[in-house]
């Protein structure tokens, strides 16, 4: 079966070889869409055959995905983040399987995430199912900023997993709480109402749900580091939407 990898990529140097190699045991065709590497990314992904398109600006994390597919070889594609790695079982699935006799135009498959060496499937860190295998000419990325996923029209589930090397350590964890500041934007332009509550409401109900309902108090110190991370997450993205709007930048 012809596969295309897709990657975006900012400064992957620490991950983009493995990452790559890893896609090329089932792909034949990959590209990157860069958006403005300064530390040797873009060289060493043509030096492991892949095609790399630079985009800068950044366009979004839809966008910037989606710009990618029209130079994809094959109907078929495979999204990974570039601190993502095939499992075994999903590299024999693509070996044995013909994704056209599906009948569906997107392949959901699972994920482990681990923070530095350590898997945890509490949290919310597993089962984590993610939308990464499809057929793009059927499917496309949502247009959003951040945490975009592939809409399609039929799915269906397969019991296979890619490794996530979520976050290097707690404090890289906390770093990634960046992406309350993009999501807060889409917020603050959706025209939703927003009440000055809703920030601690929110962040307060994404640490229960984490700590408790995803039992992250069965992880020890990860558990409740990143039960405290998403919540913090949640209420900065509520908090800078409610911002935005008071400065007019929204």
Partial sequence: MAISGLVITLNEAHNIIDCLRSLKEVCDDIVVVDSGSTDGTIALAEAEGAIVIVQKPFLGDGPQRSLGLGSCRHDWVLNLDADERLEPDFVAYLKQTNLDALGVDLVETRRRNYIGDRFTPFAGQYPDYVKRLFNRRRADFT????????????????????????????????????????????????????????????????????????????????????SICKGVGSYLKYAHAIELRRSGKA
Wanted: contains cysteine.
């Fill in 143 to 226: 247009p959003v900023v951040a945490h975009t996923y592939v809409k399609a029209a039929s799915a269906t589930r397969a019991n296979i997993h890619i490794t996530h090397y979520s976050y290097r350590n707690y404090p890289d964890m906390v770093a990634k709480c960046k992406y309350a500041e993009w999501l807060s934007v889409g917020l603050a332009k959706s025209g939703k109402r927003l009440y000055p509550w809703e920030p601690a409401m929110h962040g307060g109900w994404a640490f229960f749900r984490h700590y408790v309902i995803k039992l992250g108090f069965l992880a020890g110190l990860d558990g409740l580091t990143l």
